[in-house]
């Protein structure tokens, strides 16, 4: 509560920037406003396309066209934008503008034979398109998420070219750009970085995938725009925009999957009148185990989450301020593939002791009923954004306050009592300025950064310490736009000054569980971790240009150096961690990571075809990697019985690779699409000042997927019947080839086979006889014929009790065969289209 009101404190204490109620300062009055009017028709025919949206990213304003296709946009500031003009089913439309006048500006579109050019705000300073950024982005629209069988939000763009995910059973995926994961990769939501307990393996993204309108994906170093962590890339989770026009719109969803007995239902809810807008969300979803034809049931991997956000908000001539929250609740099962030695059924630790297990029951392998043994992860978030102009720029101000609250319950006969108890509270500040262009010349200025404070304290398993620390990174981004060519770069110092503090135990001879003590209490008390003050700095940027050879062929190329701070695990770990079954040390000696990427790219388009092509070198230094550790004899060393040990290492690393996607739609037969893409990611470990006496069973990096390949071939179909519309089937075949190349130093990992899956789906709207939606169905089959297989990426795999058995399968295999109805009804309430 504390951590709250100094958040609202904060907010309002900006009388400058948050006046939604108040007349703008004379500074910001003096600003030229003007109204951008036009007509949106179809290509076809120029028939007007009534209900299309017409939007500014950059001002997160924009409207609907009435039903002779007109729309009006009024006090818009002076300034050079990117319009984007939108309707389901056809090619976004985008036109830059430099606005000095009243326009008028029509637009005329196209059905989407390729995927649309999406336009995009990450990794660049401002809205710009893909096409036109150097940097290397992919985008996925909210058709491509509801289209594709997942059950959170990372599995769901798990198929992109240069994507993976680190999965530890259905509900929790971390995502992996490249070969590289974990902290250097930084998630966004509505812009604002998530922050949770993001360093540990079991730990997903806390954040409800039906809010999720689109993602972007900057593959590559993105520390100039975002600072730490960003060193790998940037996947940004944009939600739905709160609805244009005057009216309220909306829609409720429903999902059931046959594997887990998935139930997920979602509303969600927009309204705009005038100059005021909101948004908000519902979702509940649970699922019981999940099955294989190898395990059967797979007890532990039930789950269970409600989530909760909404957002309000004001678009002015002066600018926008909208204000956000978001909850998170997810009570999430992790196995610990314990089984019987006979018959190899999953069993179950009912005593502290632990030393009789007895099987797990068929009906509670198919119960819906969270285990006594479980996590329980909420995540809080109070957000504001805000763009004003300021004379003849614009500045964007975001504030955010952040609570995680992660217990991890693993004392069978004291289910109430949290092993792990972790209190993370975030405070993140991002202030930008936005210069007007000129001449195809923009200036972008800015720092951001937060303050962190992490509580361990109330729980009863200590793996981390308490800790705090204060980021700070100012930057300045250019870019030059000319006919054909594009040039942008910039610069960032990022400082981050941590401190962990020294943590005193006891022992309750009551219970046996160990708690935290101070002050007095300390005498006799054990000390597992020290006080530690480190201070980390360096310096980021980029470098890039694309050109355009043609409407149909650019080529891009960019240079980018990360920098990424060690996390507390990295520093500071001392413990088991009850999710893992390890026990994990730190190293207080590590210095910064910094990655050097070189990335290039081709895009061909034509009716055809589109072609997309890019290769990367990405050389780190001081990569942190988790390593095994041996005892003298070359055993596993043991510190607490049952948990193998585990440190952090540092090294010299080397990834390298390419990814390729070609869309086949053959004109005229627009409706056809053969899409087909391959990802190629190796990872080296060079050692410490590239050593040359590396063993082959270290000479590669840990948790790099294979090879990857993915073909789909899809009907799209407009006008199917009278009262189906938007129509699609598909068939997708997705190889992933065996991972060889592991690092099997100290059994870290282990060689992973390839595998070949099926998949396959259609669906479509529903419409009454006026042409309105009033359902839009989908039926989704993963893994149609049942294989079995094992993720290399996957960590259930290593979740064995019996390693030296020569029994055929060992680890827990992935998901099954997986049956997905999708069910969404839109709603609008007495929508008045701005004429």
Do not use: C
């Not at 009101?5 to 939604?20: G, K, V």
């Not at 999720?212 to 593959?219: A, M, N």
């Not at 805000?386 to 614009?394: C, D, L, M, P």
């Not at 961690?577 to 081709?602: A, W």
């Amino acid at each position: 509560m504390k951590s709250f009101l100094i958040f609202i404190i904060l907010y309002t204490a900006l009388p400058n920037f948050l006046f939604a109620q108040l007349s703008p300062p004379a500074t910001l009055s003096r600003v030229n406003r003007f109204s951008i009017t036009g007509r949106v028709t179809n290509q076809k025919n120029d028939s007007a396309m009534a209900g299309a949206s017409v939007y500014i990213p950059d001002l997160k304003t924009g409207t609907a066209t009435d039903e002779k296709g007109y729309y009006t946009l009024q006090n818009i500031p002076a300034g050079d934008y990117i319009i984007q003009a939108g309707f389901v089913g056809y090619k976004s439309n985008l036109k830059n503008i430099s606005l000095t006048q009243n326009m008028t500006l029509n637009f005329t579109m196209t059905e989407s034979i390729t995927e649309e050019m999406e336009v995009v705000v990450t990794g660049s300073s401002k809205a710009t398109s893909i096409r036109r950024s150097p940097i290397p982005i992919v985008a996925v629209n909210r058709q491509y998420l509801q289209q594709n069988l997942s059950t959170n939000i990372i599995d769901a763009i798990s198929h992109v070219p240069g994507i993976n995910a680190v999965t530890t059973g259905p509900n929790v995926s971390k995502p992996f750009i490249r070969g590289l994961g974990f902290n250097r990769i930084l998630t966004l939501y509505d812009g604002v970085r998530q922050e949770g307990q993001q360093w540990g393996d079991e730990h997903g993204i806390e954040i409800d995938q039906n809010t999720v309108d689109r993602v972007e994906v900057v593959k590559g170093p993105a520390s100039l725009i975002y600072g730490s962590d960003a060193v790998a890339g940037v996947i940004n989770l944009i939600p739905v925009n709160p609805a244009t026009g005057d009216g309220v719109v909306g829609g409720i969803s429903n999902e059931y999957q046959t594997n887990n007995g998935l139930i997920a239902n979602s509303a969600t809810l927009a309204g705009s009148k005038n100059s005021f807008t909101w948004r908000g969300t519902f979702t509940h979803k649970m699922a019981t185990n999940y099955r294989n034809k190898i395990d059967g049931r797979v007890y532990g991997t039930a789950f269970r989450e409600t989530d909760f956000s909404g957002l309000i908000g004001l678009n002015r001539d002066w600018g926008y301020s909208h204000l956000g929250f978001s909850t998170y609740n997810d009570l999430q099962e992790i196995p610990d593939g314990s089984r019987d030695s006979a018959t190899r059924r999953f069993t179950k630790q009912i005593t502290e002791a632990d030393t009789i297990r007895p099987i797990v029951s068929r009906s509670e392998l198919q119960s819906y009923k969270i285990t006594p043994l479980h996590q329980r992860v909420q995540h809080y978030r109070l957000y504001t954004a805000n763009s004003f102009s300021v004379g003849k720029g614009r500045v964007a101000l975001n504030l955010a306050y952040q609570k995680s609250i992660r217990q991890e319950f693993s004392h069978p006969q004291s289910p109430e009592v949290a092993g792990l108890y972790l209190i993370l509270n975030t405070f993140s500040y991002d202030v930008k300025y936005y210069f007007r262009e000129k001449k195809g010349f923009s200036l972008t200025t800015g720092i951001n950064g937060m303050y962190q404070n992490n509580n361990p304290e109330k729980g009863t398993d200590f793996i981390i310490p308490a800790y705090h620390q204060f980021d700070a990174g100012p930057f300045i981004f250019v870019k030059k736009s000319l006919s054909k060519l594009e040039i942008a770069g910039g610069l960032r110092y990022d400082i981050r000054n941590f401190n962990n503090e020294a943590l005193f135990t006891k022992e309750d001879p009551a219970t046996g569980f160990t708690y935290a003590v101070s002050g007095a209490n300390r005498t006799g008390a054990q000390k597992p971790f020290y006080a530690y003050q480190h201070t980390f700095s360096g310096v980021s940027g980029s470098v890039g240009l694309s050109y355009r050879f043609s409407d149909n062929l650019t080529a891009k190329l960019n240079i980018g150096r990360g920098f990424r701070a060690p996390n507390i695990s990295e520093i500071s770990a001392n413990g088991v961690h009850p999710g893992t079954s390890i026990y994990q040390l730190g190293n207080l000696n590590f210095k910064p990571e910094f990655s050097l990427q070189e990335d290039l790219g081709i895009n061909y388009n034509t009716p055809h075809i589109t072609i997309n092509a890019e290769i990367f070198n990405n050389n780190v230094s001081n990569f942190i990697f988790n390593q095994k550790v041996l005892n003298n004899k070359g055993e596993d060393s043991v510190i607490v019985p049952g948990n193998q040990t585990f440190q952090f290492q540092a090294a010299k690393a080397h990834l390298y690779g390419a990814e390729i996607s070609v869309d086949i739609h053959p004109h005229p037969l627009d409706w056809l699409h053969f899409e087909n893409s391959l990802s190629l990611v190796y990872g080296n470990n060079q050692g410490v000042n590239n050593q040359k006496s590396l063993s082959d069973s270290s000479k590669y990096l840990p948790f790099v997927p294979p090879l990857h390949t993915f073909s789909e071939i899809r009907g799209n179909f407009k006008k199917l019947s009278r009262h189906f519309s938007n129509a699609f089937v598909k068939v997708q075949l997705e190889n992933y080839a065996a991972q060889k190349r592991v690092y099997l130093a100290y059994n870290t990992e282990t060689y992973t086979p390839g595998y070949r899956t099926v998949n396959a789906g259609f669906g479509a709207d529903v419409t009454n006889a006026k042409g309105k939606t009033i359902v839009t169905f989908s039926v989704i089959a993963d893994n149609l014929f049942d294989v079995a297989y094992q993720s290399h990426l996957n960590r259930l795999k290593y979740f064995e009790p019996y390693p030296n058995s020569s029994r055929q399968y060992n680890g827990i295999y992935n998901m099954g065969r997986n049956f997905s109805l999708k069910l969404n009804f839109p709603l609008s309430f007495k929508s008045k289209q701005t004429t």
